[in-house]
């Protein structure tokens, strides 16, 4: 009994590791939105979006909540 108390008892989870999965998923997406804007661009055509900005940003955000998330994956708050 004494080992499933400790498998039911693992604490919570840090902040972080919720910031990390909310900067990934976010990346993820904005940086696919430059990759669909690269293959296929708009009509209006701007200076930002021949430096492709969302696709640099996007893999910005997304590297840095892969940093969190597997930086506190395995940690936990009591």
């Known amino acids: 009994m004494n080992g499933v108390e400790n498998t039911e008892r693992r604490g919570m989870r840090p902040i972080w590791f919720f910031v990390g999965c909310l900067l990934a998923v976010i ?5 696919g939105t430059g990759i ?19 696709l640099w940003w996007g893999l910005v955000i997304l590297f840095f909540g ?13």
């Open 27 to 31: 990346g993820f997406i904005v940086a």
């Open 36 to 54: 669909y804007n690269w293959v296929s661009p708009p009509q209006t055509r701007t200076r930002l979006l021949e430096l492709h900005t969302d």
């Open 66 to 78: 892969l940093v969190l998330f597997f930086a506190n994956r395995n940690s936990s708050v009591e």
